[in-house]
C-alpha cells in the first residue's frame, strides 16, 4: 500500500507504519490471507470510536454552554454515525487502501458507507496510539467538526420518528408503521423509498441509502405535513 501518499494528504508523519497498515485490514482479507502477520483493524476500531465520542463532546460541551445533555447528545450522534463518517472518510480517498477478500471487492466493499465509517475511526486510533490525544483532536476538528454546522442548519440532529410517535400516539392513539415502498440499486448500494402511515393512511414518504435513513426522512416529511388533519 502506498500510505506515503495517505501521509501527504493528512500532513500527519506516522512513526509505526505497520500500525497505520493495520488501520486498512479488514477481517476478511486474513479470511485468505491467514499467515499475515497484521491483525484486522476492528481493535483500532474501537479504540478510534471512543477517541471520536470524547473530541466531539468535548467540542459541543464548550461550543454550546447553554444546551441542555439531551441537544448535545443529538449533536453528537448525529456527526459521528455512520453516514458522516463514511462522506469524510469518502472524501479522504480511504477505501483506496482498504486491504479486502476478492469477494469483498467484488461486491463493492471498498465504497460501502459502513466499512468507510469503521475505515476512519480505525485511523483515528491509530493516530491516537502512535502520535497523541492532541493530534487526533485536530484530525477531527479538521474532518469531523465541519460537518456539524450543516448538521445544525438542516436539523438533521432531530430523530423524526420518535417526535412522530409522540405525536401520534398523543392525538391519534395510533403507532406509526413504517413500510418500504421501493428499493433499487446493487446490493452495495441499495436505495430505498420508505412510506409511514397511520392506520391505513400514508402520511409521509422518505428515501435514502439505507432502510434507517428512507424512515427518518419519511418521518420528517410526515411531520410537516398535517397528519391527516393533526398539524405537527
Known amino acids: 500500500m502506498k500510505l506515503d501518499q495517505l501521509e ?7 512513526n509505526d507504519q505497520s500500525l497505520l497498515q493495520t488501520a486498512f485490514i479488514h477481517r476478511s482479507y486474513l479470511n485468505e490471507k491467514a499467515d499475515f502477520e497484521l491483525p484486522s483493524n476492528e481493535r483500532l476500531e474501537f479504540l478510534g470510536d471512543a477517541v471520536l465520542q470524547l473530541v466531539v463532546s468535548e467540542h459541543l460541551f464548550k461550543e454550546f454552554p447553554n444546551e441542555p445533555e439531551g441537544e448535545l447528545t443529538n449533536y453528537r450522534a448525529s ?28 461486491s463493492g466493499g471498498r465504497n460501502r458507507p459502513y466499512l468507510l465509517a469503521n475505515t476512519f475511526e480505525a485511523l483515528l486510533g491509530v493516530i491516537y496510539l502512535d502520535l497523541g490525544l492532541e493530534a487526533a ?18 436539523e438533521l440532529y432531530k430523530d423524526f420518528k420518535s417526535k412522530l410517535q409522540e405525536l401520534a400516539q398523543e392525538k391519534l392513539s395510533l403507532t406509526p408503521i413504517y413500510k418500504v415502498v421501493s428499493e433499487h ?47 405537527a
Open 185 to 231: 440499486g446493487p446490493d452495495h448500494a441499495k436505495h430505498f423509498t420508505v412510506g409511514v402511515y397511520l392506520g391505513d393512511k400514508e402520511v409521509g414518504r422518505g428515501s435514502g441509502n439505507s432502510k434507517q435513513v428512507a424512515e427518518q426522512e419519511s418521518a420528517k416529511a410526515a411531520l410537516e405535513s398535517d397528519m391527516g388533519g393533526i398539524k
Open 79 to 106: 456527526i459521528v454515525n455512520a453516514k458522516t463518517l463514511s462522506l469524510v472518510s469518502g472524501e479522504l480517498g480511504l477505501g483506496e487502501y482498504l486491504l479486502l477478500s476478492k469477494g469483498e471487492e467484488a
Open 8 to 14: 501527504q494528504k493528512l500532513d500527519l508523519h506516522f
Open 137 to 154: 483532536r485536530k484530525f477531527v476538528h479538521a474532518q469531523i467538526i465541519p460537518q456539524l454546522s450543516n448538521i445544525i442548519e438542516q
